[in-house]
């Protein structure tokens, strides 16, 4: 019986400390934050670590595929982000392409890529993973992403994976089950939608799941612009030759450009409110485009999985107006990138990102190498980061936009996510292709 | 004092040892109870044992071993796990002490139907942790990701697609149907010559396929069940009288080789969208139809095949099929409207079943039935159904025939009929009404007749049922789902029915 006395005294002690505790704790907890709903759960959404630098480890060994514009700045990001970084190896489809990162690289960077450690064709991308990388570039027009992805994954490679990641339905699923694979072996993959690098995003994100505009209603997503770059057929360029050098206007490569552009904006939208899209409505047309079989235009409306619409609307025509931004409305107030700011109900501003508090803290702010910094710091860390999942998500919304501009229908995620819809041409080589398959969608069917 | 603290001091020590020896025996008692040789030292089921150790959940190449308990219990360490525990481990010793091992249908455990209630899904995927390894398709991603947007919703489980997973089943084939089984026999050059009113053979030109049609001579009777018939239901009513006019009506439901020679000449490709079939189907000038695309698996759920009824395909694919036989014959084929069908089934009688006897007496349902297994003496030998079909539809030569000569009208699988389902249906028609049909528009189907799995009450007459289409799709990952094949419902099939040529006298 005596033991049971203790055991009581003892009890009622401890249950005394302890609800003193767990009072002193709340009154704490409640009176530094004032009283807000959070969007989510604190410690379920993920917000990086954003030092300028990434921190010194061991030699991270890089692969580069596709050494166009995108790829040479890429390099350029990565020496930025981390010291004892090493460019081992380099895949073009083209010759001309690789040479000239290959001298780029030697002239600001001093290293020197051995001619068996460069590779041209189609199929370069696996030999460039096989070359002993640790993290590979993979910035080559976006159709091929998924099986470059996919190949890294494989063969145990980290990957850094350019938007948009998929450009159909078929690619979309490769990508899913891919980033799954690469989940399990602890590999890190990050995007090239470097909005989720950038510090006031990534502050918004914080404040908008902390609540501070409360449940998502809404939201409008722009990325109007003026013309893009085209390239003329050359003198002995084949239809594939021609298509891939001139890859930003033909639908089949890059996804066109609500795809390869504008899904950095609704995969802000998506971001930001955690919502899925389940439905899209849309239209789009091709007045001033010079070459290839896109269209200049889409006007979305999406529906997301509970009835709360966002609009997208994206053009890439010279002497408009122009917009590239995000807002997202919800029910205690609205964000918007323009200013990179919450507002209220009422119109008053509650929160703005402190640009020159941020600039005395930091001196890198640009997202492209921040991006960087956060793969290096997981790699060298020995920490998996999967931003494919989201990415792939966010670029089948973008497909589903296309496809309901396409064809005039609206489109459901169930059927996209499903489609057989399949980008890649059967058979990859230089030479004549069926030009008939590459022509401007025409939606509806009345005449 | 000082003694008085030892003597607690001791007394605590002792409660501590005795506490955790406690613990110890229970525990392990806890965790013997959960071991492989544990379960199957009362589940006498020496076939399950070998089918489990061909599975890939003991025969695999990792060389690990998957125990009952990590698929038939929830997951370890949850408090669903030693509710479930406590209640299977007082069920089973129930049975073991008081049923015979020996009648227990081993084989119908294993139907999705049950093995649903004793496999948790979530301890599937507390192992299964990843759903996309390596080396996984297209199709396998197409399916995941299906699974994975709509588990919830449709509360989908891994074993509708994977059940032989634990328990190998050489029937059983998670893959694609490629061809229809070849079929042997004579071919036939042309249709039957039908010249009078009488049960004949029709033989399908260019295929093995020959279907026994019984001249049904036409009449009145009452449709729907009198208010004091034993489980009547409130869809049976108002009983009224119709007429209707002679027709010939398959004597069973269309087998397997019927089907088949149907579908491997008419077989469309795999996802040609419905609207491309449905314009083809349409057409005034129609030579040939658009068949069934392949089914996602193997349609007979590995019961066989040969005369046994084809199952699982679709109202619009049991139509096509209809379409197509009378392209071929020139006679025209089609689904019986639900009065043609109960007039058939019974045969001329207005009692409950077409064979004597009362409801109540066949039934599992009712006072004490539970404890007190019904009489089926004067059913067993006319139907298929919960009592004597291994959970499973049988071949037509295990029953006899109705007074029309028709066999299976009650029982072995759910009919098609071409009226769409309305509670109220029987309101609508006129006292005396000449060939009535249901509603002009609707949902979804009457299907008649009951199945291998229904209880006496649900085999009368009377009875009426009906499609439940999106539910019998629920597993379906194609975009748009099959409308051909249903991925969740199994006893359904259909029987033709022929419209008496215009040059024949009927007398």
Request: hydrophobic share 35%.
């Amino acid at each position: 019986m005596a033991n049971k006395e203790i055991n009581r005294r003892d009890f009622l002690q401890m249950s005394g400390m302890l609800g003193l505790g767990i009072a002193g704790a709340s009154t704490l907890l409640s009176s530094c934050s004032p009283k807000q709903k959070p969007l989510r759960e604190a410690g379920t959404y993920y917000i990086p670590e954003l030092p300028d630098k990434a921190i010194d480890g061991k030699e991270i060994k890089v692969g580069v595929i596709g050494c166009g514009g995108r790829g040479s700045g890429a390099v350029k990001n990565v020496f930025a982000a981390a010291d004892n970084v090493k460019i081992v190896a380099l895949g073009d489809t083209f010759a001309d392409r690789l040479e000239k990162l290959r001298a780029n690289i030697k002239e600001n960077y001093g290293q020197e890529i051995p001619d068996e450690n460069c590779f041209v064709g189609f199929d370069s991308y696996k030999n460039v993973i096989d070359a002993g990388v640790d993290y590979v570039i993979c910035t080559a027009p976006p159709v091929f992403r998924p099986d470059h992805f996919k190949y890294a994954t494989e063969k145990g490679v980290h990957s850094f994976l350019e938007k948009p990641i998929a450009v159909d339905p078929k690619g979309y699923r490769t990508v899913m089950a891919t980033a799954r694979q690469a989940k399990a072996k602890n590999l890190v993959v990050v995007c090239g939608t470097q909005r989720h690098h950038q510090r006031p995003y990534v502050q918004a994100f914080e404040k908008i799941s902390q609540g501070m505009i409360g449940e998502i209603t809404g939201g409008n997503v722009y990325w109007n612009q003026g013309m893009l770059w085209y390239k003329n057929r050359e003198k002995g360029w084949s239809d594939m030759e021609w298509m891939i050098r001139d890859w930003v206007n033909w639908k089949w490569l890059s996804g066109d450009h609500i795809v390869e552009q504008h899904v950095h904006n609704i995969d802000v939208f998506l971001w930001m409110s955690g919502l899925k899209v389940a439905k899209a409505t849309g239209f789009g047309a091709r007045h001033r485009r010079i070459t290839g079989d896109q269209y200049d235009m889409f006007s979305i409306d999406f529906e997301c999985e509970n009835g709360v619409h966002f609009h997208s609307m994206c053009r890439q025509i010279d002497g408009c107006s122009n917009m590239v931004a995000e807002e997202v409305f919800g029910t205690k107030g609205s964000w918007n990138s323009r200013d990179h700011e919450i507002k209220d109900l009422q119109g008053n501003v509650i929160w703005k990102y402190d640009k020159e508090a941020e600039e005395a803290l930091f001196e890198q702010h640009n997202p492209y190498v921040l991006e960087h910094v956060d793969a290096i710091n997981h790699i060298r860390k020995g920490e998996g980061l999967d931003e494919a999942t989201d990415c792939a998500v966010s670029c089948l919304a973008g497909i589903m936009g296309r496809e309901s501009a396409y064809t005039g229908n609206t489109v459901t995620w169930d059927e996209m996510s499903q489609s057989d819809l399949d980008y890649m041409p059967a058979e990859l080589k230089i030479g004549p292709m069926d030009m008939s398959d590459y022509v401007l969608k025409t939606p509806g069917t009345a005449k | 004092m000082k003694t008085s603290s030892k003597t607690h001091f001791l007394a605590l020590l002792a409660g501590i040892v005795a506490g955790v020896s406690l613990m110890i025996v229970f525990n392990t008692a806890w965790t013997r109870s959960s071991s492989n040789e544990s379960c199957m030292s009362c589940h006498a089921h020496p076939e399950s044992d070998a089918s489990w150790k061909q599975s890939y959940h003991y025969n695999n190449g990792s060389g690990t071993m998957t125990e009952c308990a990590a698929c038939h219990l929830p997951p370890k360490g949850t408090v669903k796990y030693a509710a479930a525990k406590a209640k299977i481990g007082a069920k089973d010793i129930w049975a073991y002490v008081t049923k015979d091992l020996e009648s227990i249908d081993w084989d119908s455990k294993g139907e999705l139907e049950h093995a649903q209630t004793i496999v948790y899904n979530e301890s599937c995927v507390a192992c299964h942790v990843n759903l996309f390894p390596e080396g996984i398709t297209d199709d396998g991603i197409t399916a995941h990701l299906y699974y994975e947007d709509n588990v919830e919703k449709l509360d989908l489980q891994c074993i509708s697609c994977h059940l032989d997973a634990g328990h190998y089943n050489p029937n059983y084939k998670h893959g694609t149907l490629k061809d229809a089984p070849k079929l042997s026999g004579v071919i036939y050059e042309k249709a039957a010559e039908v010249t009078e009113f009488r049960n004949f053979t029709e033989t399908v030109p260019g295929s093995t396929a020959a279907i026994s049609m019984i001249a049904v001579p036409g009449g009145e009777f009452y449709i729907g069940s009198p208010e004091d018939e034993p489980f009547r239901k409130a869809d049976e009513g108002p009983r009224k009288m119709v007429k209707v006019s002679p027709f010939f009506m398959g004597e069973v439901e269309v087998t397997w080789n019927q089907f088949w020679a149907f579908y491997s000449e008419t077989m469309s490709e795999g996802r040609t969208p419905p609207s491309v079939i449905y314009a083809n189907n349409t057409r005034e000038d129609i030579d040939a139809v658009s068949g069934p695309t392949p089914p996602f698996g193997i349609p007979d759920q590995g019961w066989g095949m040969g005369d046994r009824p084809a199952i699982t395909m679709t109202h619009y694919a049991a139509e096509t099929f209809c379409q197509w036989l009378s392209l071929k014959t020139g006679r025209h084929y089609r689904l019986p409207t639900e009065a043609e069908w109960e007039y058939a089934a019974r045969g001329g009688t207005d009692t409950p079943y077409f064979f004597e006897g009362n409801p109540k007496k066949f039934s599992e349902k009712g006072f004490l039935k539970g404890i007190f297994k019904p009489d089926t003496t004067g059913i067993d030998g006319y139907v298929v159904y919960a009592l004597n079909s291994s959970n499973r539809s049988q071949e037509p030569s295990e029953v006899k025939a109705n007074p029309f000569g028709l066999k299976n009208m009650l029982g072995n699988v759910l009919e098609y009929c071409s009226d769409y389902y309305a509670e109220d249906a029987y309101a609508n028609l006129d006292e005396g009404e000449l060939d009535p049909k249901g509603p002009s528009e609707g949902e979804e189907y009457v299907v008649r007749g009951g199945l291998y799995n229904s209880d006496a009450s649900d085999l009368r007459c009377a009875a009426r049922s009906c499609t439940n289409h999106e539910d019998w799709l629920k597993t379906d990952p194609q975009n748009p789902k099959s409308i051909w094949w249903y991925s969740d419902m199994k006893g359904i099939g259909f029987r033709v029915v022929c419209d008496v040529p215009e040059n024949i006298d009927i007398k």
